[in-house]
């Protein structure tokens, strides 16, 4: 459906002279019809450059974007097809609700004035059907400036779908609102675009949005892709130190590759005793290693009981989070983070028998 | 990294076929280039021609005319009377004006918002019908001031005269005050009266303050704000031509109008384009200090953006002082419009008395009404203020948003080219025009001035549309793009309609300052392009002084009906479209 070809991004030198660092590196992504297909990453990243370059509003240095087929972009067909002429609908991170024109104006925007001209008549029934599945039928004639961030958050939504594009951007379109609305937004947002059958690339920081909307998951940093999966995927399995610490909280474990059995389980020294762990077939044994586990995988008990990965450690502090226990405990050398049920009853400076599970570790990739 | 050095850029590339908003930048380059380096090359061609020869009639090049000029005794007379004249005036203004601002911004002074639109609406008022009025006030036989002053005093001849150096420097102090007002008041308000207060509630007393912080951080504002006059009055030519000719100052300006307007031989267009040359020198190098002053402002840059609560001094016991300074201030700047008000009723210029009231006739009124020279140049006004202003904020608006969006070499060299006109002198570009178009059917036609008043106020234009663009979210536009609207239709739908307030208020600068010019008028005039302000400087000196000051108070309320209106109108858009 939509795809990304080795696109390369350098933005020109700015004021002083200086080259800036490449803005994307070598980034390619495959994008399937009416997925919802989620761009996260820290600030700087490229997340939005990424989506500009698809919209047409910056161009790649390098690189093919293909659209349903028709190629928009090819550095070395020297094709460039402008913004105007790509038929998606974009939801931008400042809304960009112009201020000068009626609720019905904004959104009435793409069928006045953009490609194939709408019948006057189908303008009115167009835009309040778009309207009313944002819910803002009764605001059609208001002003633009007398609305709130979420209802023009929903405007620009509005304005975004009213040409029934195939394609839909949005670019970090929740992060204007309060922690409530946000909530609610989530859910709104995906049934709608899923309803319509979009296929919809949407740009967040925020890892919460990221894990509960998309249906797949690029994670970026500096311009490069870092790791592509579900949801599910990248918080289970991260491939890199990067990702682990970036999407949830990880405890991250230094150690030496003791051996590895042929079922591709291996077992790892770490500084307080060894741990069984799944282990990637170019992992060589005796190699220094990192290994993952989530404070939420680790099983922390009270009691004594003989299990195969079971250490004893001390609880140096808990904090009572609400929906569960925030805990750290000293095993050996480390310090490791635990989410408990806060249903368990641990107390600071009591001992606790903690297990990791093979299934929950993972061995990480060595740091770049 | 052995990746990175394979992504260094190479010259930046456009893909694809070239974009509107690429043809458009330019087709106004080219446009830009022949209004405003065409005639520059051509000017420097003809100072280059041996005497009496015109550039297009001969391929000879001589250093003759330059010798001639650099020989000239009276050169170094001519640029001493130049700075004099603009440093005075720009000393007198700045500090009046800075007096004025101060108060209305950070004091409790009553009548601001009459101060502040009194000086706003000053704008309709040409500095030429100024002088005029100055003229019949302060001239040494029957100005009014010297028959006054005699009659009290029984004092002989002329205690005071308006043809010298020093009453042309305070007519045109007084003069550029509202302008100078307008832009100091713009730097008060934006600085954080929370630096004063600091010093302050550190034990600072309140002279101490407004000497160590309030002025320290202003300095290079008005700096830049002097530097930017003083450019503008080396260049000035209206108030030296109708008061310095006669007081015997000439300066630059005059001094290239007199070369190319002889009475007495041919005009010697190779040696005026060569004092032409000298002057733009002259003014590069202004301009040049304005960039660095500049620069330097941007180090000490307070202006934060947020909405200050306005920190307002009590005057106390100064209250009615001050008032009564402004009130003064304003008395004589309308002193000299009075004064042609009460002419224009007279079938004869008298001073004011009984006598002369039994006199009032509306005579004059209806010559300016009938006459056809006249009604032909109230015409021609009202063309030119119209088609040029509005020309010029068409083109700076395309022009503001190629340089500001788009940031490729040819939006820097449209940029760069648009700004030049702010550097050239406007007698310098008049003769530079008048070369180019001299043989052309264009010369004699109102469009010719209408050229002219375009390539002159583009750098306004330009300059303010930049700022303006700047505080519209690039989102904007964007996002028309996205719902697949083309350049234009962005253009018209979105820029255009979100920029109005700052067009109309850009649009009536250059229209009052296309109404009030002379410069171009009387470079390039023919009976046939005639405009109320040359029409005027013609009445003047043939001399009907009744008809000529009928026809300053109609100019004058016809722009005030113009200016105030408005200027209110986009006033209230600029309020209503702030969120609430
Ligand atoms: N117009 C521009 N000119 C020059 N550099 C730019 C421009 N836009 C972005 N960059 C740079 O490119 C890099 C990627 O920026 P981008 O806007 O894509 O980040 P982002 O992932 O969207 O970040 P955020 O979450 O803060 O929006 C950054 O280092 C940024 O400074
Ligand atoms: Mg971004």
New interface residues.
Partial sequence: MLSLENLQKTYPPTGDGETPPPALVDLSLEIAQGEFFTLLGPSGCGKSTTLQCIAGLEHPTSGRITMDGRTVFCSDANIAVPPNRRGLGMVFQSYAIWPHLTVFENVAFPLRYGPGGTARGDVRARVLAALERVGLQDFADRPAPYLSGGQQQRVALARSLVNEPSIILLDEPLSNLDAKLRDSMRVELRDLVKSLGITTIYVTHDQTEALSMSDRIALLNKGRLVQLGTPDEIYKRPNSAFAAEFVGRSNILKGRLAERGADGIGLVDLSFGRVACPVPENQSVGAQVELMIRPHGVRAENGEAAAASRFRSTIRRISFVGEFLDMEAELGDETIRIFASPYSGFREGDAAWLEFPQDRCVLLAERA | MA??DT???GP??????P?TATIMSLVLLALMTALVIAPLILLFRTSLTPAGELPFSTDVYTLDNYREALGNPRLPILIGNTLTYAFGSVTIGVTLAFAIAWLVERTDIGFKRSIRTMMFSWMAVPPIVMAFGWILLGNPGNGIINVILRSLFAMKGAPVSIYSMWAMVLITGFAIVPTAFTMIAGLLRNMDPQLESAGSVHGARPFSVFRRVTLPLLVPGLLSVGILLFMAMVQAFDLPLVIGLTARVPVLSTQIYLLAHSDVSRPDYSLTATFGTFFLVLALILILVYFRAVRLGERFRVVTGKAFRPNLKPLGGWHRLATAGVGFYFLVMMLPFLVLLWTSFLPFYSVPSMEALSRLTLENYQAVFSETRIVRALVNTILLVLASSTIVMVLSVMIAWISVRS?TRLGRLLEVISFAPMAIPPVVLAIAILLIYLRTPLYGTIGLIILAHVTAYIAFGTRTMNAALLQI?K??E?????????WF?MLR??IF??L?PHILNGWLWVAGHSARDITFPLFLITTTNVVAASELYILWNTPEIPTAAALAVVLVSGLLCLVVPVQIFAARLGTE????
């Fill in positions: 990746h990175a992504l260094a850029p930046a590339r456009t893909f694809g076929r974009t940031k979210h989102e904007l964007n996002a028309a793009f996205v719902c697949g609207a083309g239709t739908r979105v309609p979100l109005l479209r702030r969120k609430p």
